[in-house]
């Protein structure tokens, strides 16, 4: 890269704008040949000023309670807060297209892993100067639950401020393990034979998911870390992640006690056996509850710690917001990023939507310790574990990712033994990273 | 429009499409039963055929939850507007590469036709930074122009064209017609069932079209029906109710526009222009 | 208006088809009809080279570039890659199979269908629609609809046949890729019908008549009159198909997400998750590339092959 060579995002403009200078030069000219991020900057350098404030936010989370965050906002700053809300896929999709051109939004929301990615690519601003300046008036990082300031960093400068904290906990149906006479499992071996035990008369004793997400848990209780970095190895130790997937997929083929994951792309399926009452026990996080409640109110619903085998462990999971490199204005971003991580706004929105947060004190709050299902997610956070955070770091979690995909359902849907299946996958994800 | 030969035939013909059109139908029916569904049937594990009681707020709440209307009168714009330009574009290109011979003809085509063998989202990038340069993005026109006329609309067109008796392009140049008159004159009332076809097609595609409105469109109010129904999907589920009830509103105009233009290219050859 | 000239065209005693390869202009290649076609390209061409040529042009500058914004020139390095990636494989063979089946499906039935509803049946009205109200909607609810009805333990379709007391179904898992065939053409078969009947209208029933008169019966005149001149219309519906088909996107984004384990991984799908989950836009657009290749190949087949085929009356 010695010479200098344009950039796709210039060819991009210049192809751009050259054909449209072509063909209707007269009338567009004055806009065809005016980059829009390099202009903007100093246009909306103050205080915002009647201008549109963009935020890309998941579909799912417009909670009244940032409503309001958003309304004081407004009111401080005389903008209009414009909340796109998507689907994740969509979202990216849509970030990924700004990115390309050069625009950007000026807050985001992202599900986990972006953060890291983006501050790699150079999409995302480091929020580390606004840290130096505000952290210790907003509580950050002591009060954020320690392991979710690593995995929104990068070359230890802060990209991203978890806004949702989840992790994945064992849900039971309470009736049916007391009525077979069963103790809430602890460990792989009480699982097993508390599934074996529950299964029969149209009932599994356990439900796996399709998303190969949901296998991590497992991998993770086994002391699997999807990637060494020292080694560079993924899977480590290998004979313990294939130990881990074989345990899964032999409560389905060999056991018979869990029906066979069915491919697609939604995450509810096992949800849905437990509610109705057609499962006994599944893992998953806390969006679960309200669909839950909805569809089985008397469901006497368990929430047991995550299980011990080599060592007890959980996926952590949940969402950050973070502010693109390219945002028109990052300090009214930042102010926004303030308001919406306050701890009166994650009690608000834990007592809207039961969701769980990533403060210190909002475990602390009697909203979460009067509500035993909160508290008991919220025990999780001690052993959750973000499992791709050294991955991401190589650049190429997101391949790496699509094939574990393939492993785990080759294993778990098709049955293939999970030595071979985990060879093919360290061939081919050997290949990627070296690549 | 032949008759049946006779009544064994027949029936055989009748029983056959009676449980095609079963298939076909019945999932539609079940959709439309979701919509009417409360959240919990919808989420129920073990599935629900038809509502307890009819849950026909479905449809109030998304009004309520979304600015619904601006998704349905964007979606016609758009739709509508592509349509009209396809009916006015594409059959004029298909004329040219039925009737005429001039050099490079073939070549001209392919590359015509090789305009459909990328995927949209290959050409999302770059439409997209145009659309932006242009200050264009957030507008109808941006959901619009990229897709004035297609290969496609030109490739039917020209099919059905093509089979046109070359004499009446003849006869009525003898007559001294212009070449444009001939082609609104002579080719397209030839080729009215064509129209109806393209015109449904490219409505019934534009109109559930969900990627270019998804990256071009950034507020709220812009969006069209197919990227306003994302709004119904939880993180981790979907409102099923709701997103069957979208699906449902989103039938109404491509079953309406169905049914005006079956009329022209089902009806009897006597009626047609080729007698 | 077309009345009186037409009447003069219809060879009456033709039982078939002439063959004949000269266009209007067969003779010389008059200067003034050239400049009028073009005349009538040139806003086309305009057209497609600002929204899809560049784009094109775009794509192929981006195959040769890598990096998280395809800034980093690579050579031919993507094209290696395309070709020692097992996954890449496996995609291309699933969608050759999907795009195949697809095709030939939809012309049998669509055009057994379109057949079947150009005759005089009471009803033909309603069975038509009936027939295309799937495709008036889009892929992803189409998707979502099956999905929903097809899952093992969850679907109706499953608690249908079980109340029945007839065995269940887990076609997803054991034949998934059939199902995600037999979903698309549950989609598709209507409009091929729709595209066939609009061409069937243009025989001139004279045709049949003759042959009628001449002794021919229904399966002759299927062969020498009905598929002669429905070759325009089957050749653009088997070129769409195979356009579409090798395409087909949708249909593994919301039912199967391309498993399980890569079975049902179209290649479209698994482009654009390159492009956008693994965000390898440089990588992306050499496999976009390769697959325009080979629906180049393929279409340019077809319009030879359908070409040899065409009749002129």
Redesign the interface.
Known sequence: ?ATP?P???Q???W???G??AG?AAPW?SG??G???SETSDDATGGGGGGGEF?VYW????AYAAYDEVIAAFEEEHDVTV?????????L???L??D?????APDVVEEPGGWVQ?FA????ALSLQEYIDADGADMGFPDDWQPRTISRNSFEDQVYGIQLHLTCTMLLYNRAMLDAAGVEVPATWDDFLDAAIRLTGDGVHGAALN?DAGYAWPWLLQNGVKYYDTDSGELLVPNDKAIEALQFQADLVHKHGAA??P????????P???L??G?AAMILTGP??LG?IQ??SPDLDLGIAPALTHETQATVQAGTSVFIPANAKNPDLSWDFIKRITTLDVERAATEEVGMLMPRLSWVEEPVVQQDERLAAFAQGFDYAIDTTEELRLT??S??V???F???Y??VV??N?PAEQAVETFLS?AG?VLE? | MRSAPNPLARTASYTFLILVCAVTVVPLLYMGALSLQTEAETLAANPVLWPESPQWGNYAELFERAPFGNFIVNSLIVAGGITLAHLVFDPLVGYVFAKFRFPLRNTLFIALLATMMIPLFVRMIPLYVMMSNLGWLDTHQALIVPFLMDAFGIFLMRQFIQPIPDDLIHAARIDGASELRIYARVILPQVKPALAVLGLFTFVHQWNEFLWPLVATSSEEMRTIPVGLALFKQEYFTLWHLTAAGSVILFVPTVLIFLFSQRYFVRGITLSGLK | MSAPTTTATAPPGAARPVRRRRGPFAKSLNRRYVITAYLFLLPAFAFFGLMFYLPIANMVSSSFRTGAQADVYAGMDNYTRAFEDAAVRNSFTVTVIFGVATTIGAIVIGLTLALLLNQKLRGRVVFRAALLVPYLTSVAIVGLLWRNILDPQLGILNRLLSDLGLPTQTWLNTHPLATVIGVTLWMTVGYTMVLFLAGLQGIPEEYYEAATVDGAGPWQRFWRITLPLLAPTTLFVSVMAVINGLQAFGQAYIITGGGPAGRTDLYIFHVFNVAFTSRDFGYASALSFLLFLVIVIFTVVQLRVGRRGEVQY
């Not at chain 1, 809300?85 to 969509?90: C, E, G, L, M, T």
């Not at chain 1, 790699?120 to 999409?123: N, P």
């Open positions: 890269m060579r950039t796709r995002r060819l991009l403009h192809t751009g704008a054909a449209v063909l567009l806009c065809a005016a980059p829009e963009t998941n579909a799912g989370h414009n909340m796109q809300k998507y689907q994740w896929p969509d990216r999709t849509r990924l297209s990115f390309a051109s050069g625009s990615e790699i690519s150079g999409d399709q029906p066979v069915t491919p697609g792309t939604d995450y509810s399926g949800q849905k056996l509610s109705a057609r969006w679960d669909p909805e569809t650049g190429k997101g391949e990712t699509e094939l995909k393939v492993l359902q080759d849907m098709s293939t081919e290949r690549g």
